[in-house]
């Protein structure tokens, strides 16, 4: 297994009150799988990701282990993780072609970042070219500032400096948002190639659009309101999804080959609630279309069948 995390709990502190941005998230990945971890804007795809590298004011860790191939990462402790982070877990941020020094050529950033991390950087510069590469970009790169790269050579290169000591878990935060529909399906098929070239173990995908994960994720990940309510295989989620949460994600997904004027797309009505004071019980309970009195308890999340697990009352209650 190369990833478990279990009742992972972490709020934000605010002058209002705590905000409950994640609330007792349990699940695994294992050696070789993509999982993608889909969700609205809001629902605290990002929160997790962070939670498991960069813990930082103002999130709050209130409880919750996290184990990565069998080691308990101390997520709570900003400097104990920095023995894992960059070389156990690594992870490619959210608007990654901001995240290069524009004054520093490129070469001398991922050298700098190397020695920061007691590596022999001169030894590293063979799988360095290698990378490079794999990603299909010109080794001149390491010559040149940042700004001399187009939106899709900075997101490649980030993801090379991400990688370069082959850690076990690469989160990848939205890299495709920004970028053209072309360049999209080119990074998209660079993390895949991450992985089956053994640069990274596993991986976790963080998007809104769930496409990108049907071409990408063996697994999906679905979060609401700082709660899991679904996870299985991407063809099960796609086709046989069981959430209500989920089917309507699903379902406002267009299709090739289908017109407006003769099936109309549907959306998801209302807005996730405010997590400061979250709902009582199913947090998708005022937006589902299924609620019964049932949902005004929480629903566990459990497996249903082999490898899919949903948290809702319809599908694990004793009329499921």
Avoid at 55 to 72: E, F, R, S, T, W
Avoid at 171 to 189: H, N
Wanted: hydrophobic share 40%.
């Amino acid at each position: 297994m190369s990833l478990d995390v279990k009742n992972l709990t972490v709020y934000y502190q605010t002058l209002r009150g705590d905000v409950h941005a994640l609330e007792d998230v349990s699940f695994s990945i294992a050696d070789g799988e993509i999982m993608g971890l889909a969700g609205e804007s809001g629902c605290g795809k990002t929160t997790l990701s962070n939670s498991l590298i960069f813990l930082n004011a103002p999130m709050k860790y209130i409880k919750g282990k996290v184990l990565l191939d069998g080691q308990d990462l101390p997520i709570a402790h900003m400097a104990k993780m920095d023995e894992h982070r960059y070389r156990d877990i690594s992870i490619v941020p959210q608007y990654a072609m901001n995240a290069m020094n524009p004054t520093v050529k490129i070469g001398k950033m991922i050298e700098t970042l190397i020695r920061a991390k007691h590596e022999n950087y001169e030894q590293l510069l063979p799988e360095l070219d290698r990378r490079l590469d794999v990603v299909k970009l010109p080794h001149e790169v390491l010559n040149m500032f940042p700004i001399e790269l187009s939106g899709g050579m900075k997101q490649r290169m980030v993801m090379v400096i991400s990688t370069l000591l082959d850690p076990s878990l690469l989160i990848a935060d939205e890299i495709t948002s920004a970028l053209d529909v072309a360049t999209q399906k080119a990074v998209s098929e660079m993390l895949v190639e991450f992985r089956n070239q053994k640069i990274v173990k596993s991986m976790i995908v963080v998007t809104h659009d769930i496409s990108i994960l049907y071409q990408i994720a063996d697994s999906i990940l679905v979060m609401y309101a700082g709660k899991l309510a679904e996870k299985a295989s991407t063809e099960v989620i796609i086709n046989r999804p069981r959430h209500p949460y989920t089917k309507l994600l699903i379902s406002s997904l267009p299709k090739v080959g289908e017109r407006y004027a003769v099936k109309k797309m549907t959306g998801l009505p209302g807005t996730p609630p405010m997590l400061l004071k979250p709902p009582v019980g199913c947090r998708f309970k005022d937006r589902c279309p299924v609620a019964f009195a049932k949902c005004s308890e929480e629903p566990p999340f459990i497996e249903v069948e082999k490898g899919h697990f949903v948290a809702c009352w319809k599908e694990t209650g004793p009329n499921a």
